[in-house]
DNA sequence: CCAGTAATGTGAATATTATCACAGCGACGA
DNA sequence: TCGTCGCTGTGATAATATTCACATTACTGG
């Protein structure tokens, strides 16, 4: 890896700006556009210029003076700190119909993640073949993990024995998990989980709806 | 509706944290336990039993001081706090892959949610059902969405004229909405958007693997 | 009846995150 | 060549979020 510890400390938000700023970089790489500035690039990822470029300089400056940011090294640096500039293979637990659906969304490969195996415990499932993917059997992870250089995972399978199934996972390996079972799980040592709730967020924006004048816009 | 205002202000991380407790509120009441500690509770919901109870505090107060937090009544407060002691009707945009594994998935009518309407660009869709839900042409929606009182949406379609449709959306009555689609979109004044991009949450979770140990857990 | 115990709710302190404001630089035109 | 302009990077400041620590309260047991 060619890319050195970040400096000094990157903190998770800007991580999470990152995605959004290094997604309006590729359209505007696509449009031609090659350097563009702090004011201009804020406008459109709706947030101040300055913390554009405090995002910006936390892990390396790149800015140009006068020309502002160069579009391109920006999204090679941003995709070198995602460590996503070599493809990602990950492992996918569970094919139901979410586990399915994730394995026909474009979205993954074009941002450097491969869905290269599938694990259910559903015996009817395993030995099929999703999406160019086969289905092993949940019990075999520690035999299959390893062939594939898993580090993440993806759960979008049932709630029975969730912690047991994140515990396995890491002893195989699997160091982050993104977990879409609304269950409450805890990350081993040295593990990541990141949890998304799609009734959470719902519950949220709810809120928003009911009492979000309360919050300036 | 009986709950008045938040009396001060519930700040966004706290009502993000409500829905966890809720959650495990609920596997509690499940088994039957009545009352419950803010140090266990914390220690359930990963977080410090100081932050739970200033964010219980922070919309009423209802623990009792020698018994702990009341489990039912706390679920009860809580929904109030979503809008979801009644259910709400929502509009799912997108009968693609992901918008069908939402029509199937269980946890929004768990949580109060329903998806009431499905709207797709594709004439092929229109007018077929899934999972109970008519399919309708986005053309049609300024005619349909009042029908079904809707005042969130789930975007899960193509990027094309994303942010003509959020604005058609908010002016069609729609007050909120989940977005899936990877593109950014701004929310139009007095409307909510919160954006769920897969590959953005796999992106920090590489960063976290690669870096994470410089951010203590 | 009263002292001891353990819980909540909350002011105060701390840590974290975002914004302000400007020094300093490079490009450009006169 | 030099002055002007507008940009980046960043010290200083402000705003926000979390944790600490304790006053206060309800129960319990002798």
Redesign the pocket.
């Known amino acids: 890896m060619t890319l050195k510890k970040p400096r000094k400390k990157v903190?998770?938000?800007?991580v999470e700006r990152m995605s959004i700023y290094r997604k309006i970089l590729e359209e505007l790489h696509r449009n031609g556009v090659a350097n563009v500035?702090?004011?201009h690039l804020a406008k459109m990822a709706d947030?101040?210029?300055?913390?554009l470029?405090?995002d910006?300089?936390s892990f390396g400056?790149?800015?140009?003076?006068?020309k502002?940011?160069p579009v391109y090294q920006m999204i090679l640096t941003i995709s070198r700190l995602f460590g996503t500039d070599t493809l990602q293979n990950i492992a996918l637990i569970g094919a139901g119909n979410l586990g399915r659906s994730l394995l026909f969304y474009r979205g993954f490969e074009e941002r450097g993640f491969h869905i290269a195996v599938v694990l259910d415990i559903d015996t009817e499932k395993v030995g099929k073949v999703f999406a160019g993917r086969r289905c092993y059997h949940i019990q075999d992870m520690e035999k299959v993990l390893p062939d594939f250089e898993i580090a993440m995972g993806i759960l979008a399978c049932g709630q029975q024995n969730l912690q047991n199934l994140v515990d396995r996972l890491g002893k195989a390996g699997v160091r982050s998990i993104l977990n879409f079972v609304p269950k409450v799980v805890h990350a081993p040592e040295g593990m990541h989980v990141e949890h998304i709730d799609f009734s959470a967020i719902m519950e949220k924006l709810s809120f928003l709806t009911r009492f979000g004048a309360s919050v300036e816009s």
């Open positions: 903190s998770l938000q800007t500035y702090s004011h947030v101040s210029p300055a913390q470029r405090r910006m300089a400056s790149f800015g140009n003076i006068s502002g940011y």
